[in-house]
């Protein structure tokens, strides 16, 4: 009998209706509440540095680098300098063969000699015929006193006409003389002249053959570091259109430059006396300064890109830095320390609520005048959507995300939160601890593209901000896209999430 009355004990009874319904409210949450929360993605408030950099690519090179070469064609007889020789101004680099430029030397040397007996010469000439413009000039005098007394003479009938005209014929032949002499002497002159000329450019000549003996040894212009060497001893070098390089020589290793190409959007950004960090492939980790001496105006344009060049000055003092390492260059335009900040993740993410949800969270959060605002500058945009969007609201109810077109049409006021520029007050998203989103406007300030700064606000140094949101996936999901206990009738909620 004890065996058969089992079931109608009313303790068991109510033991197995409370185990069922707790096992079915349980599952209820697992699969069904669940499935549809979602797991929001925060972020949170830090305190710390804001640095706005551009970044460039650019070359090490020494703050002056002389190219060292040679005036005269020769073949390389000696080599006194080598790579990485440290030499002083004026020290012998290295010699060319100066058999041929001896040899000009001495030529020209002969031309001079020559030169100067020719002109020798001319002045024993010019001085002999001097002295027969003399003889002439005495010949014509005596021509005239003869002359003279003959015709005294014929006027007195003591000399017959024969003897007048002797003596005129002697003069006339006395004044022919001298003219010619005269001529000669200024012919002797003349070429006396010309033959100065030849012996000023037989001297020059020489000169000039001296000055390339003297280049045939190459010195330093500066003292320095040679970077480069171009030529070995027995090599023919030829001077003929342009002075070949011997040596490259970099004037103080411990003073480095960085030539680095800017993109024509960021050179307004960039002026002398800028801090600059770079990096360099041989030095892996390890960050070097300098500062911006020269912004050059001269543009450069590869591929329709209008890039601009700066120089950045570097000590080198322990010569880590080497002529030629690529470098990679960031340039500080500006920098705060010690500030809050935010992922700029959060500057993105925007709840997709209605209008109405909006406006309750924003008065949740006390934040109205912000909202109000918001809603009279969208207005304007609303108007004019309104009109286009007139003939499709006609045609039914309007719906969104399966919400009735009574909960409120939702609006666009993405420009107020994604524009995330300097000055500018945006909502930032907190989850309350009712586990609603409320908002809280901040005032931001610089921003280096991952963070950015918060200058005004009620956050502050640990607090957690939502930044998007995930669900979980491995839980069967409702129909409904939007969390239990949102989007009722009077009763703020969420739709989906947008980062």
């Known amino acids: 009998m004890a065996r058969q009355g089992w079931y109608r004990s009313k303790f068991l009874w109510l033991a197995l209706i409370t185990t069922i319904s707790v096992s ?129 003479l014929f006027e007195a009938n003591l000399v017959p006409r024969d003897d007048l005209d002797t003596a005129q014929a002697a003069l006339d032949a006395a004044v022919a003389t001298l003219k010619a002499t005269e001529a000669q002497l200024v012919s002797a002159e003349a070429k006396y002249e010309a033959d100065e000329a030849r012996l000023y450019q037989a001297r020059a000549s020489l000169e000039q053959a001296k000055v390339n003996l003297e280049h045939t040894i190459i010195t ?73 001496s020269q912004v050059r105006l001269a543009p450069t344009t590869i591929q329709n890109v209008v890039t601009y060049n700066a120089i950045i000055d570097v000590p080198n003092p322990q010569l880590k830095l080497k002529p030629g390492m690529t470098s990679n260059v960031k340039i500080v335009i500006e920098s705060v320390e010690d500030v809050l900040k935010v992922p700029n993740a959060a500057l993105r993410f925007r709840p997709d609520f209605s209008d109405a949800e909006m406006e309750e969270a924003f008065k949740r959060g006390g934040e109205e005048k912000y909202w109000n605002f918001s809603k009279a500058f969208a207005e304007p945009k609303a108007s ?83 930044m998007g949101f995930e669900f979980d996936a491995s839980r069967p999901a409702t129909t409904s896209t939007r969390p239990p206990g949102f989007g009722a009738p009077g009763i703020p909620g969420m739709g989906g999430f947008r980062r």
């Open 24 to 152: 079915g409210f349980g599952a209820y949450k697992f699969f069904i509440v669940k499935a549809d929360k979602p797991n929001y993605i925060f972020g949170t408030v830090e305190r710390g540095d804001i640095v706005v950099q551009v970044g460039a690519t650019g070359t090490l090179a020494a703050v002056t680098t002389v190219q060292v070469g040679t005036q005269v064609s020769g073949t390389v007889a000696e080599l006194r300098a080598d790579f990485n020789s440290e030499v002083k101004k004026g020290q012998v680099l290295a010699k060319l063969d100066p058999a041929l430029s001896q040899a000009q030397v001495e030529q020209q040397e002969a031309n001079v000699r020559t030169a100067e007996a020719t002109l020798n010469d001319d002045t024993a000439n010019i001085a002999s015929i001097k002295a027969n413009v003399e003889k002439a000039k005495v010949d014509v005098l005596d021509k005239q006193r003869k002359f003279k007394r003959q015709q005294e």
């Open 384 to 466: 004019a959507a309104s009109g286009a969007m007139g003939m499709a609201r006609s045609s039914g109810p309007a719906t969104r995300a399966g919400r009735p077109n009574g909960s409120g049409a939702r609006r666009d006021t993405s420009s107020l939160t994604s524009r995330g520029r300097r000055g500018q007050r945006v909502p930032l998203w907190v989850l309350g601890p009712d586990k609603l989103l409320r908002p809280v406007v901040v005032k931001l300030g610089l921003s280096d593209g991952v963070s950015t700064q918060i200058e005004e606000g009620k956050l502050k140094e640990g607090d957690k901000i939502v």
């Open 220 to 292: 330093s212009p500066i003292s320095g570091t040679i970077i480069s060497r171009s030529v070995d001893v027995g090599q023919t070098v030829a001077a003929s259109f342009s002075s070949p390089t011997l040596f490259t020589i970099a004037a103080d290793l411990t003073k480095m430059q960085v030539n680095t190409n800017i993109d024509e959007a960021d050179v307004g950004t960039i002026k002398p006396g800028m801090d600059a960090t770079f990096t360099v492939d041989a030095y892996p980790g390890e960050v070097f300064r300098g500062t911006i």
